[in-house]
T-cell receptor, first 113, second 115 residues
Framework: AQTVTQSQPEMSVQEAETVTLSCTYD???????LFWYKQPPSRQMILVIR??????QNATENRFSVNFQKAAKSFSLKISDSQLGDTAMYFC??????????FGTGTRLTIIP | AAGVIQSPRHLIKEKRETATLKCYPI?????VYWYQQGPGQDPQFLIS???????DKGSIPDRFSAQQFSDYHSELNMSSLELGDSALYFC??????????????FGPGTRLTVT
């Protein structure tokens, strides 16, 4: 069975700074997919970024980028130029294609004005 | 762009009552997933459907059942409700690809409170 671990329950950073959220995972499969979801106070789950395990190039979406280290089974999310609207719970998740998502326990990120 | 629709958004039921949650996936999406998120917890997978057939089952109580209809909408039926069933219930949809993964897009959730 696969597991996803987020070891930072809470983080805070000043507005406009850069912050990195950590995620590690464990799976015996070679083909899998990793995601970061954002859950703001509204509780909506919003997809931030995805990474295919077979791709070596790190995914980037505007201010959001990942550092995917396959050998280390690490998948961190970097948020550049953080904004107040980035305040949310961030969940790292993994699946094997058209299957359920397995989530980590989340990191609560607060952006300080 | 159209998103996943869930109804109702809020539901209050008493213990031992029955509840039905509905999910309307994004147009052309053929796969639906149900997740349960308790207070302060991460979402836990309940069940999924692809082309109206159950494709996977997670930690879903026997008191719960679900199905996907011909128009791809899905319903989660919950009977003999317990206080512990109080949670946020998400539906997510995706387009099934024979290879690769397609992102799961989540609805706004149904907040169920059992009193």
């Amino acid at each position: 069975a696969q597991t996803v671990t987020q070891s930072q329950p809470e983080m805070s950073v000043q507005e406009a700074e850069t912050v990195t959220l950590s995620c590690t995972y464990d799976t015996s499969e070679s083909n899998y997919y990793l995601f970061w979801y954002k859950q703001p106070p509204s509780r909506q789950m919003i997809l931030v970024i995805r990474q295919e395990a077979y791709k070596q190039q790190n995914a980037t979406e505007n201010r959001f980028s990942v550092n995917f280290q396959k050998a280390a089974k690490s998948f961190s999310l970097k948020i550049s130029d953080s904004q107040l609207g980035d305040t949310a719970m961030y969940f790292c998740a993994l699946n094997f294609g058209n299957e359920k998502l397995t989530f980590g326990t989340g990191t609560r990120l607060t952006i300080i004005p | 762009a159209a998103g996943v629709i869930q109804s109702p958004r809020h539901l209050i039921k008493e213990k031992r009552e029955t509840a039905t949650l509905k999910c309307y996936p994004i147009p052309r999406h053929d796969t639906v997933y149900w997740y349960q998120q308790g207070p302060g917890q991460d979402p836990q997978f309940l069940i999924s459907f692809y082309e109206k057939m159950q494709s996977d089952k997670g930690s879903i109580p026997d008191r719960f059942s679900a199905q996907q209809f011909s128009d791809y909408h899905s319903e989660l039926n919950m009977s003999s409700l317990e206080l512990g069933d109080s949670a946020l219930y998400f539906c997510a949809s995706s387009f099934h690809l024979s290879t690769g993964a397609y992102e799961q897009y989540f609805g706004p959730g149904t907040r169920l409170t059992v009193t």
